[in-house]
């Protein structure tokens, strides 16, 4: 919803409706965007980023249609989580305004989504299975993933699919694996004081040696070290 406008419904529905409003002293409108090369980069991290700035850039389209189920489940229980909070005798701001850009992320990561799905010349089988590996991984990070319940959801050879998954986005598929759970796991660390064990596990890296070698990999840094460091930066 536009800011400063009056919105009007054109019938009544039964439907729930959700006014999301925020701010935000850097939002500004893109023209001329390259949709798909701006995907590739985002969901793959091709390393095509022409600055600092277009990691750190969420795309939000100004129309969007939630396709994906899963994306739409997400979005109700996103919103509702907010009103609750927002209700709470003890308003949670920092929580809140989480929630809100974890959502403001999953509507870009689907928007992006859709843009590669439309863009015919690279909208191959392959392609597209690589896109739901995608959504299944982001799912069930903090789940055990093996080969074989790979090869049982998509219908596939594990090697093949690994090859084509590390084709197009740089990764093999337990490499991604856990640059997602690392990933959750130094969110974790910023935003909450759950112990190092805790954070392993709700990442689906249960064995805290394993998940220390793991975050040092991706990181350079151990765990205790990582949340040293944030609490020192404030």
Request: overall charge neutral; glycine content about 4%.
């Amino acid at each position: 919803m536009e800011p400063n406008l009056n919105h009007e419904g054109f019938e009544k529905h039964e439907c729930d409706y959700y006014y999301v409003h925020f701010d935000h002293p850097e939002i500004r409108r893109r023209t001329n965007l390259d949709a798909a090369a701006v995907a590739r980069h985002f969901l793959f991290d091709d390393g095509s980023a022409q600055s600092a700035e277009d990691n750190d850039t969420c795309y939000l389209p100004k129309y969007s249609t939630l396709t994906n189920k899963s994306s739409l489940h997400y979005a109700f229980h996103a919103m509702d989580e907010m009103v609750n909070l927002y209700r709470r005798k003890n308003y949670n701001r920092s929580l809140t305004a989480l929630k809100m850009s974890e959502l403001f992320i999953e509507i870009s990561r689907e928007y992006l989504l859709n843009q590669l799905q439309n863009d015919s010349s690279k909208n191959t089988k392959s392609f597209m299975k690589v896109h739901a590996l995608l959504d299944y991984i982001h799912q069930n990070y903090a789940q055990k993933i093996i080969g074989s319940d790979i090869e049982r959801e998509f219908e596939c050879n594990y090697d093949y699919m690994n090859r084509v998954f590390s084709k197009v986005t740089g990764h093999t598929i337990t490499q991604y694996v856990n640059l997602v759970r690392i990933d959750h796991a130094k969110e974790l660390i910023e935003a909450t004081h759950l112990s190092i064990g805790e954070i392993g596990y709700l990442t689906g890296l249960n064995d805290p040696y394993y998940f220390s070698k793991v975050f040092k990999k991706y990181t350079g840094l151990s765990p205790s070290q990582y949340y040293k460091k944030i609490r020192e930066r404030g």
